[in-house]
Structure formats: C-alpha cells, structure tokens
C-alpha cells in the first residue's frame, strides 16, 4: 500500500526496521544500548536507518541480521483464528479507532490514519502529521483527535478528525511533560467521564522519579487542568479503561540487570487515585531493586493484580467486547508484549491472553498468538492491540511497520 502524504515536507529521522530484516536477540541489545535506553524492556524497537558508530565495548557482530520478514504462516493462533496483513504503516505503535478510520501514533516524528470500509477492509495510509517529537499516545474525544507527544499533549484541531483531510493546527493541552527521551513515549487513554490519561515514564532503569516522571496523571482536555492519579511507575505503555467498571488498568514493564527471571512485568488496577505502585523501591511485583534494597518503602504501596512474565515487556492491550470472537474471550484481556533484550533467552514477541472475573481483574493466563520469535531470532515486536466494529482484533508491529487484523470463524 502507497503512503499518501498530505504535505510535502521533509521528514525527520525515524527509528525502524526494514521490512526485509529480521534482528537477533544481540541486535537488540546493542540497539537498546544506541538509542539511550539503558535498560527498558521497551526501548530499542527498530533500528536506525543511519550510520551509526558502536558504543565503546560492543563488538560489530553483535549487529547480526537474519534475512526476511516474518511469515504469517509461522504465527500460531488457536483453531478458527487467522492473521493477515491489513495496513502498512512505518514504526505503527499505539492506535486508536474512530468512526471508519484508525490513527497510529510512532516513535519517530509522524502520525498516520488509515480509513477502512464496512466490510473492514484498509484504505491508503495518509500522513496526519510530522515534525513532532515521539508522538506514541492518541485519543478520541467527541471526534477531536488528541497526540501525547514525549513534551506536550495537543489537541488536533477543534473539529472532529477527518481522515480525509488530516491536516490540522496543533493546540497545546495541558503541563509541560518531562523532556527526557528515555521511556519518553507516552500511552493514553480516554476515561469514562471524558478525560484523558497519560502514562509518564522514569528516565532511568532504576532511579528516583522527579516532578511528573514515574506517573499517570489526568487532563481535562477542555481547560488543561491536570492531576497525578499513579506514582510509583518504571514505564507504562499501556493504559486501558474497564468498559463496564470504569477502572483503569495498565502495563508496567520491570527493572532490567536483575536477572532473567526477576522481576516480573505487571497489569495493574487504579482503583484509587494517588495510589503509589512501588517503583523504585520495587523493580517489578514483589521484587525489591537492589539499589534500593536497604530503603524502607513508604507504606500503603499497590501491588499487580497479575505478575507476568519477567522481561516480556507488556504494552497495549484491550478489554475484549466483540462478538466475533468466542465467547471465552468476552470480557478478558487481549495484551501485546513487546519482547525482552535483557534476557539470556528472549521471551516476549507474542499477545497473551489473560482470563478475567466480571470486574476485570485478572485470573490466568496463556499465549494467544506466537511466532515473532524463533529460536532467538526475533521478526515482529507486537506493539498494541484495538478491536474494529466487526469484532475483529487490530495488532500494530513497529519492528516490521505493519498492522495487522485477526479474525475468527468456526471451524
């Protein structure tokens, strides 16, 4: 599919694979190390298209590549389940779905949208905007499109987004946000009373959060008026609203050079605004930092409601509501895990599916859709996840910059 670009400006580096490479397991470490991220589970998503010059210390054939994109045909579903290609879209990250249209937030400078049909089927990629500066969180309220930048929100426009003229005159919403690009990508979401949500990562691996860093606050997008709900958070990409209850839950992926199994990702509940969750003192679950291991943690700390997997690096997922689908999967958790570089042996790279009660809390987990890894070489990172009106489940891969759609018939 062609790209269509609304204005014909040149446009900034972006951090993304080729669609004809694949990178191993220490390609992805020595990325992690280029692009600043010291540590994140989350960092490192593609690599860069320029010359780049080896940190001191890593040796050149830890850039192996392998060749070829991933194979449809290689991701294991459950009997019924399908996957195909449904849009391309370049470093495709966080989505959000509107009324016959779906806009994708990236790491890099742009926003794109892609219009679908009745019948699901995806337009022309169309550009929405460049020149911004890590623009990974999207929300919809009332039709108007809102875009977390790493330094502001901004609302697009005043009018209700129109995919087929996306063009619009940014309006800053809100605080400055912490200009760090480490875990700077932000996540959002649109709560039931029509505010907006904004994950804030820490700057660090392990550290103590300062200002806002480390934080889930909420804006209201009509005067900008701000709050902090959640402290005590390493790097959450991943926020969703529970459809019947309201609550919101999110993601937090765990400190890294702890160990390959230490400590555990996290799905966590803010079910109280001001909670704090534990960060730094805990660098995932239960599992103390061993920076600050000798520091008393302040008391009234919440836990997750699920431990997963250590390193897997959890992101976007959904409260499923569809019909297409089985009906198992009413009501549980369809969640996008971006895959581990700080591990011995790479986990991750998958959707997991996460069996909940009726308020949303979680009760087990098992694989959904595998494949992106094989045998220590890695050819998707699976990024967010939204369900279209039909039912069917949209998965955003910013290694390959593609989107793709599941489906589900009987078999």
């Known amino acids: 599919m062609s790209i269509v670009r609304i204005r014909d400006t040149k446009m900034t580096k972006q951090f993304r694979a080729g669609r004809s490479n694949k990178l191993t397991l220490a390609a992805f ?108 969180g999207l929300a919809l309220i009332d039709g108007v499109l809102y875009i977390a930048e790493q330094v502001q929100l901004v609302r697009w426009g005043d009018a209700p987004f129109d995919p087929a003229n996306p063009v619009q005159t940014p309006v800053k919403v809100g605080p400055d946000l912490p200009d760090l690009s480490h875990h700077g990508w932000r996540y959002m979401a649109t709560t039931s009373d029509n505010q907006l949500l904004i994950a804030l990562g820490s700057p660090c691996n392990i550290c103590t959060p300062e200002g806002l860093q480390g934080s889930i606050i909420k804006v209201d997008p009509q005067t900008g008026d701000y709050a902090t709900v959640a402290t005590g958070i390493r790097n959450s990409v991943g926020v969703t609203i529970h459809p019947q209850t309201g609550v919101p839950f999110f993601t937090d992926n765990g400190a890294d050079m702890m160990g390959d199994d230490t400590p555990p990702g996290e799905i966590n509940a803010l079910t109280q605004e001001g909670a704090n969750y534990g960060f730094p003192w805990y660098g995932g679950g239960h599992d103390r930092t061993p920076d600050f291991a000798d520091a008393t943690p302040p008391e009234g700390l919440v836990f997750p409601v699920m431990d997963m997997d250590p390193h897997a690096a959890g992101l976007g997922f959904i409260f499923y509501q569809g019909d297409m689908l089985p009906a198992a999967y009413k009501g549980s958790i369809i969640l996008a895990q971006h895959g581990s570089w700080n591990r011995t042996f790479p986990i991750g790279y998958r959707l997991m599916h996460v069996m909940t009660d009726a308020d949303g809390m979680p009760t087990s987990k098992q694989e959904f859709a595998t494949g992106w890894l094989d045998k220590g070489d890695v050819t998707g990172r699976p990024v967010d996840v939204k369900e279209l009106p039909d039912g069917s489940i949209l998965v955003s891969d910013d290694m390959n910059g593609v989107i793709y759609r599941i489906t589900y018939s009987a078999p």
């Open 29 to 136: 470490a020595t990325a992690a190390l280029l692009l600043g991220a010291c540590g994140s589970d989350e960092t490192g998503a593609s690599q860069s298209t320029e010359t780049i010059e080896l940190p001191e210390g890593v040796p050149a054939e830890a850039l192996v590549q392998a060749d070829g994109p991933v194979s449809l045909s290689d991701i294991g579903l459950p009997d019924g389940f399908a996957i195909h290609e449904w849009a391309q879209v370049d470093g495709a990250r966080s989505m959000v779905v509107g009324d016959g249209f779906v806009v994708i937030g990236t790491q890099g400078d742009a926003v794109y949208t892609v219009p679908f049909d009745g019948m699901m089927n995806a337009g022309e990629t169309r550009l929405v905007a460049e020149d911004l500066t890590l623009p990974n």
